[in-house]
């Protein structure tokens, strides 16, 4: 990792322009970055090894924690779904003023490394805090809970700067690798997913099986050795430099350079050479903030979504538990292991929307990608619509079979006369909705934002699913809360008297005014213009001894 004084010999237009070094860019010793030598798929590898890692340790606490939290810590349905979407909320939104402290003062590289240290100490205290009981009951409640934010904190830190950092290792502003870089997003996930279905399918086994203690620890080692991939990986990383203080103070100096030129806007004297001066600049910040602006109508029309996909990991999983799941004489499937065809249908989906659907669009349309962000984006949540939909449906199915079976007052029951594979469609739309709607807004908020931002637009984008989660805990709190003075909570811990239908056609409701506000705002937003399609978007990538790394 170069030190910062080393940026003056680094970099300048004129050295960057020599050769076949990447503009903007050095290699780890701070000099011109090649571009044979660094970036590209080669470097990027090591990034997406790190990712499937922390998906790896993530979805190990994730996707089975609804199970702990009702088993061993014995709270209740409503109050542990809660729980869980409040930590994922949180876990989601510290991107948000992480990513700025990696945009300005630490660098990507570093959040990197500091993310996966910090993973490895919170999964270690996780998994001695399961194992060994050492305090009495809520002092062991309170570390597991302090470990547990522990992870989020990681998982902040991680999210932003792993996807940004990988992606700079492709150079928008040549051809190859610009196409390059946008199916990189789509074997990003790939990525991802693969290392979510691993994990929950070996993590909710041990964990169910064996022991939380292990459950917990195995993930923790994972984590440890990639981190060792990604540092072998550093000779071969592109760093890009940014000049500005912080992402917010740019956007916050952006905004009073709009306050001010309205207000002065028929005072400003054509002959003052200051200002004139400063137009280019001022002009440059203002279009910067607005471009963030613009992209919050689309953020906000994509919560119900997020607060869909929240459910997969909690009721679904509760859901599940009741059903007949064994597999031949001796094995039963974990009831987080269906989350497994959330990742198995991506994995599946990924190659065929990337190699055959994006052909066959470009045919029609003349788009590289084959169909703009939006229309991806918008696909997705059609399909989401249509996943829960499903849900409600299914539950209700499977309430109408326990009542049959005279098991309505058995909450203990985990074999009603009802197959697992009811559940997998939901999980599967759920699956295919993500390779349209996730990866969409991946490359939508990273794509749509200046350059010195980036880190800054992605956190944005998971701010979407932070938001989602925090909604969705203080939904079903609230609902909890009113259903339960009448006397039936839809999220009773009896399951078989609950009435998690009622929550999906809720959710499915307000999806379709999502969708609606969806389409209004897509249609009217205008996409931001490439390096060489017209003038400046105000994106810089300096070359200073006082720059950030990123």
């Given at each position: 990792m170069p030190?910062r004084?080393?940026?003056v010999?680094?970099?300048?237009?004129a050295t960057a322009?020599m050769?076949d070094?990447?503009?903007?860019?050095?290699d780890?010793r701070g000099r011109?970055?090649?571009r044979?030598?660094?970036?590209?798929?080669?470097?990027s590898?090591?990034v997406?090894?790190?990712?499937i890692a922390?998906r790896?340790?993530?979805k190990?606490?994730?996707?089975?924690l609804?199970?702990?939290?009702?088993?061993?810590l014995?709270?209740p349905?409503?109050?542990?779904a809660a729980?869980?979407?409040a930590?994922?909320?949180?876990?989601q939104m510290?991107p948000?003023?992480v990513?700025c402290v990696?945009?300005a003062w630490?660098g990507r590289?570093r959040a990197i490394?500091?993310a996966?240290?910090?993973?490895?100490v919170?999964?270690?205290?996780?998994s001695?805090?399961?194992a060994?009981?050492?305090f009495?009951s809520?002092?062991?409640v309170a570390?597991?809970?302090?470990?547990?934010?522990?992870?989020a904190l990681?998982?902040g830190?991680?999210?932003?700067?792993?996807?940004?950092f990988a992606?700079?290792q492709?150079?928008e502003?040549?051809?190859?690798?610009n196409?390059?870089r946008?199916?990189?997003?789509?074997?990003w996930?790939f990525?991802?997913?693969a290392?979510t279905?691993?994990?929950?399918?070996v993590s909710?086994?041990?964990q169910?099986n064996v022991?939380?203690g292990?459950?917990?620890?195995i993930?923790?080692l994972v984590?440890?050795v990639s981190?060792?991939?990604f540092?072998i990986g550093?000779?071969?990383?592109r760093?890009?430099t940014?000049?500005?203080p912080?992402?917010v103070?740019r956007?916050?100096?952006?905004l009073?350079v709009?306050?001010?030129?309205?207000r002065?806007?028929?005072r400003?004297?054509?002959?003052?050479?200051k200002?004139e001066?400063?137009?280019?600049?001022d002009?440059?910040?203002?279009?910067?903030?607005?471009?963030?602006?613009?992209?919050?109508?689309?953020w906000?029309s994509c919560i119900?979504?997020?607060?869909?996909?929240?459910?997969t990991?909690t009721f679904f999983t509760?859901?599940a538990?009741?059903?007949?799941r064994?597999?031949g004489?001796n094995?039963k499937?974990?009831?987080a292991?269906?989350?497994?065809f959330?990742s198995?249908?991506?994995?599946a989906?990924i190659?065929?929307y990337d190699?055959l659907?994006?052909?066959?669009?470009?045919r029609y349309?003349?788009?590289p990608?084959?169909?703009?962000?939006?229309?991806?984006v918008?696909a997705?949540?059609?399909l989401?619509?249509?996943?829960?939909v499903l849900?409600?449906?299914?539950e209700?199915k499977r309430?109408?079979?326990?009542r049959?079976?005279?098991?309505?007052?058995a909450?203990?029951?985990t074999?009603?006369?009802?197959?697992l594979?009811w559940?997998?469609p939901?999980?599967?739309?759920?699956g295919?909705?993500?390779?349209?709607a996730?990866?969409?807004l991946q490359?939508?908020?990273?794509?749509?934002?200046?350059?010195a931002?980036?880190?800054l637009?992605?956190?944005?984008f998971?701010?979407i699913?932070g938001?989602?989660?925090?909604?969705s805990?203080?939904?079903i709190?609230?609902i909890?809360r009113?259903?339960?003075?009448r006397?039936a909570?839809?999220f009773s811990?009896n399951?078989?008297?609950a009435?998690?239908d009622?929550?999906?056609?809720?959710?499915?409701?307000l999806?379709v005014?999502e969708l609606l506000?969806?389409?209004f705002?897509?249609?009217?937003y205008?996409?931001?213009?490439?390096s060489?399609e017209?003038e400046?978007?105000?994106d810089?990538r300096?070359?200073?001894?006082d720059?950030?790394l990123?």
């Amino acid at each position: 990792m170069p030190h910062r004084s080393l940026l003056v010999y680094a970099h300048s237009e004129a050295t960057a322009a020599m050769g076949d070094a990447v503009a903007g860019a050095v290699d780890y010793r701070g000099r011109p970055a090649s571009r044979a030598a660094t970036g590209g798929w080669k470097s990027s590898v090591f990034v997406m090894a790190m990712e499937i890692a922390e998906r790896f340790a993530y979805k190990g606490v994730a996707a089975n924690l609804i199970t702990y939290l009702t088993g061993p810590l014995g709270q209740p349905m409503a109050r542990a779904a809660a729980s869980i979407d409040a930590w994922k909320g949180v876990s989601q939104m510290l991107p948000l003023p992480v990513a700025c402290v990696a945009d300005a003062w630490l660098g990507r590289y570093r959040a990197i490394v500091l993310a996966s240290i910090l993973f490895v100490v919170s999964m270690g205290t996780l998994s001695l805090s399961s194992a060994f009981h050492i305090f009495r009951s809520g002092g062991h409640v309170a570390v597991f809970y302090v470990a547990l934010y522990l992870v989020a904190l990681g998982e902040g830190a991680h999210k932003p700067c792993a996807q940004a950092f990988a992606a700079d290792q492709f150079d928008e502003k040549d051809p190859k690798e610009n196409v390059a870089r946008s199916s990189f997003f789509n074997w990003w996930y790939f990525g991802m997913c693969a290392g979510t279905a691993v994990t929950t399918m070996v993590s909710s086994y041990v964990q169910d099986n064996v022991g939380w203690g292990l459950g917990f620890g195995i993930p923790c080692l994972v984590i440890l050795v990639s981190l060792a991939v990604f540092l072998i990986g550093t000779p071969s990383y592109r760093y890009y430099t940014s000049k500005e203080p912080s992402p917010v103070a740019r956007v916050g100096k952006a905004l009073l350079v709009l306050i001010k030129s309205w207000r002065s806007k028929h005072r400003t004297n054509p002959a003052s050479g200051k200002v004139e001066g400063n137009k280019n600049s001022d002009d440059d910040l203002v279009e910067e903030v607005r471009s963030v602006f613009r992209l919050l109508p689309i953020w906000a029309s994509c919560i119900i979504y997020a607060i869909i996909f929240s459910q997969t990991s909690t009721f679904f999983t509760k859901q599940a538990a009741t059903l007949d799941r064994r597999i031949g004489p001796n094995f039963k499937v974990p009831p987080a292991a269906l989350q497994t065809f959330i990742s198995v249908s991506i994995v599946a989906f990924i190659p065929a929307y990337d190699r055959l659907f994006v052909p066959l669009a470009r045919r029609y349309t003349g788009r590289p990608t084959g169909i703009t962000m939006l229309q991806r984006v918008g696909a997705g949540l059609s399909l989401s619509l249509v996943a829960v939909v499903l849900s409600a449906l299914v539950e209700m199915k499977r309430l109408a079979v326990a009542r049959d079976a005279g098991l309505l007052d058995a909450p203990k029951a985990t074999h009603l006369p009802m197959t697992l594979w009811w559940m997998v469609p939901q999980y599967v739309l759920i699956g295919v909705s993500d390779v349209f709607a996730m990866i969409g807004l991946q490359e939508f908020f990273y794509d749509q934002v200046p350059d010195a931002v980036r880190s800054l637009g992605l956190a944005l984008f998971l701010s979407i699913f932070g938001v989602g989660h925090l909604l969705s805990s203080f939904l079903i709190s609230a609902i909890d809360r009113a259903t339960a003075r009448r006397g039936a909570s839809w999220f009773s811990n009896n399951l078989n008297r609950a009435h998690l239908d009622y929550f999906y056609w809720l959710l499915a409701g307000l999806c379709v005014v999502e969708l609606l506000a969806f389409f209004f705002f897509s249609r009217a937003y205008v996409y931001k213009k490439k390096s060489g399609e017209g003038e400046g978007n105000g994106d810089y990538r300096g070359a200073d001894a006082d720059a950030t790394l990123v």
